[in-house]
């Protein structure tokens, strides 16, 4: 089966719990946030973490700790403040058209920030908003319209129109930063006409260096 065929919003919502699986080992959205900030605005520091985040300096350290421990970001202790780096992940199930980059784990962190998010997610879970982030990049490419997306995914044609735009920040900034933007987009990355993003922008800026 072809990728683009394979990424359709309704064959990646038949496939919730496989996800559901995978993106459990990152155990919370708190923690994922963490990690996709340092995957894109790394080598940053600590103090930039708590800073971007609205972090305190204790739950920042808890939580690169963590991620240390899993792997995932990488800590230079011949520094000070500590270097932080973290490289992009890509999870793709050859058995199921599933895949997870930094953009996936972005959609995913934003209800920590977003009311909509964190609705979405509640009612329909991981699977369908991981369709539903693929649905809104299709929309914004002019591929599909928001009921074509409602339908595809089984919610409110109000609901795919909340979602698609809450997920703008994610997608947005993973076409720019996420090296693995194109699995989740292979048929239209390079045609989505995004909203500019705007002072309720969720995602936070790079550190400044000056």
């Known amino acids: 089966m ?28 708190a923690l ?11 080598p940053t520091t600590p103090p930039d973490v708590e800073d971007a985040l609205d972090l305190s300096k204790s739950t920042a350290y808890e939580y690169i700790d963590q991620l240390v421990n899993l792997g995932l970001i990488t800590r230079d202790n011949s520094t000070r403040p500590q270097r932080l780096t973290a490289e992009p992940i890509a999870v793709v199930d050859e058995h ?12 995913f962190a934003l209800q920590e920030i977003d009311a909509d998010v964190a609705y979405f997610l509640d009612r329909y879970g991981i699977g369908k908003l991981v369709a539903a982030l693929r649905g809104a990049g299709l929309h914004f ?6 009921r074509m997306v409602a339908d595809d995914i089984d919610v409110r044609e109000t609901e795919a129109m909340m979602i698609s735009y809450a997920l703008v920040p994610a997608l947005a900034v993973g076409r720019d930063h996420d090296p693995y933007f194109e699995y989740l987009f292979p048929d239209v990355y390079e045609a989505m006409e995004l909203p500019d993003l705007d002072e309720r922008e969720t995602t936070p800026p790079p550190p400044d260096d000056g």
């Open 141 to 146: 490419a002019g591929q599909t319209t928001q």
């Open 2 to 29: 072809p990728l683009g065929d394979a990424l359709t919003p309704k064959r990646l919502a038949e496939n919730t719990p496989g996800l559901e699986v995978v993106v459990e080992l990152l155990n919370h959205p």
């Open 32 to 42: 994922t946030r963490v990690y996709v900030y340092v995957c894109y605005w790394g």
């Open 96 to 107: 199921a058209p599933i895949v997870i980059t930094p953009t996936v784990l972005h959609a």
